[in-house]
Every structure is written in structure tokens, then in C-alpha cells.
Antibody, heavy 127, light 106 residues
Framework: EEQLLESGGGLVQPGGSLRLSCAVS????????MTWVRQAPGKGLEWVSTLSSSDGNTYYADSVKGRFTISRDTSKNTLFLDMNILRDEDTAIYYC????????????????????WGRGTLLVVSS | SYDLSQPHSVSVSPGQTASIYCSGEKLGDRYVCWYRQKPGQSPVVVIY???KRPSGIPERFSGSNSGNTATLTITVTQVEDEADYYC?????????FGGGTRLTVL
């Protein structure tokens, strides 16, 4: 069974740093693009970052660009999100998601859709 | 930046049809997917590539996308369908979510 399990959330002071992890099981993460999405308390979904499997490139929301870094350890089949210079507004549940490609005429296209989500890990940035 | 707009809330009676709209400039030129999120749970994709249903999602869920509007339709709505629904599309490597629609079944 395919599963994603996030960890690493917690309480951090503004300006601090933290690393989130997403342990992948049931499939090889490097085969798929992987994404972090967050949700502030009582708010909607906000895309944070994607690590593309097709070109290895990384993509970031403007709100986190320059502060967050997405990466993966293929030997551990784990996705990471390194977060620096944290702000109050970074407080959210952080979900990792597996991206499946769209198919057209039997050809796979990225970016696709978020087919599998983890349970999320809560980050609270507060003094 | 690209924006997707959804109504904040939609109400429907059990057994009736619910339609949730998502609007964006030339949205029909992009693929749209829909996610359902129940309280305290992670999102789940219910429609992808405008109209495709993942395995395990009931046939009463359907989607369409044309012009500036994508539509999620739930026929014979069940009480268990009560949730927040988000549309999503891509814009230049950035995933864009709509603000979400709270579907109330009463």
C-alpha cells in the first residue's frame, strides 16, 4: 500500500529553522514528482513547493522562495522540506503529496495531479 | 499571478444535485482537478484531468471544464459528501488552488 508519512513539525520561534520529512512507502519517490502543500488554521490549501521527477527542477511559491528548500534522499525514500527564517504566517499543517501525471494519447504529462496525500504535520511559528 | 475563484459555500438537500463552480481566465485551456477535504482529514482527489474519476470515487462525482469555468457535479448527493472542495490548476509550474467551497448537505 502506498503511504506518505510526514514528521518534524513543532513549535518554532520566528526567525528559526526546521526540517520536515515525508517518509514514502509502497512506491519509489524519485519516480514521481513530489510536492508540499500547506494549510493555515481554518484556511484553504496553499501550494508550497514541487520537486520534479522529469527534470529534477524545484519550484517554489513566492511566499517561501529563498527560505525553503525541497529535496529528497533516494536511499531513504524520503522527501524533505528545509525551512529557514520562519515567520508567523508559515504556521500551518504541511502535507506532502505524490503527483501522478496526466495522460493524453497514452503519453504522460507533468505537472499532473496530487493523487496521494499524507496526514500532515503541524508547524507553529510563535514567540 | 493566476487566480481561481470558488463560492464560499453551497447547500444542497440529500438526494439532490450539487454543482460547485471554479472560475479562472481561460481555465478551459488548462486541466483542472478537484479535491475533497473532510474535517480533520487530508485532501483526497475526486476528479482529475477535468473529468476523470480515480478508482474508489463514486460515479455520482463528475467534472467538466470549458471557457472560464470548471464544474464539479455531485448527483444524488449524500450526507457523507459534506466537505470542503478545492479546485486546482497549474500556471507556469505553480499549482494554484481555489479558495475552497464548503458543501453543506441538509
Amino acid at each position: 500500500e502506498e503511504q506518505l508519512l510526514e514528521s518534524g513539525g513543532g513549535l518554532v520561534q520566528p526567525g528559526g529553522s526546521l526540517r520536515l520529512s515525508c517518509a514514502v512507502s509502497g512506491f519509489t519517490s524519485e519516480t514521481f514528482s513530489m510536492t508540499w502543500v500547506r494549510q493555515a488554521p481554518g484556511k484553504g490549501l496553499e501550494w508550497v513547493s514541487t520537486l520534479s521527477s522529469s527534470d529534477g527542477n524545484t519550484y517554489y511559491a513566492d511566499s517561501v522562495k529563498g527560505r525553503f528548500t525541497i529535496s529528497r534522499d533516494t536511499s531513504k525514500n524520503t522527501l524533505f522540506l528545509d525551512m529557514n527564517i520562519l515567520r508567523d504566517e508559515d504556521t500551518a499543517i504541511y502535507y506532502c503529496a505524490k503527483e501522478e501525471p496526466y495522460y493524453s494519447h497514452n503519453k504522460a504529462y507533468y505537472p499532473g495531479y496530487f493523487a496521494l496525500w499524507g496526514r500532515g504535520t503541524l508547524l507553529v511559528v510563535s514567540s | 499571478s493566476y487566480d481561481l475563484s470558488q463560492p464560499h459555500s453551497v447547500s444542497v438537500s440529500p438526494g439532490q444535485t450539487a454543482s460547485i463552480y471554479c472560475s479562472g481566465e481561460k481555465l478551459g485551456d488548462r486541466y483542472v482537478c478537484w479535491y475533497r477535504q473532510k474535517p480533520g482529514q487530508s485532501p483526497v482527489v475526486v476528479i482529475y484531468q477535468d473529468e476523470k474519476r480515480p478508482s474508489g470515487i463514486p460515479e455520482r462525482f463528475s467534472g467538466s471544464n470549458s471557457g472560464n469555468t470548471a464544474t464539479l457535479t455531485i448527483t444524488v448527493t449524500q450526507v457523507e459528501d459534506e466537505a470542503d472542495y478545492y479546485c486546482q490548476a497549474w500556471d507556469s509550474g505553480t499549482a494554484v488552488f481555489g479558495g475552497g467551497t464548503r458543501l453543506t448537505v441538509l
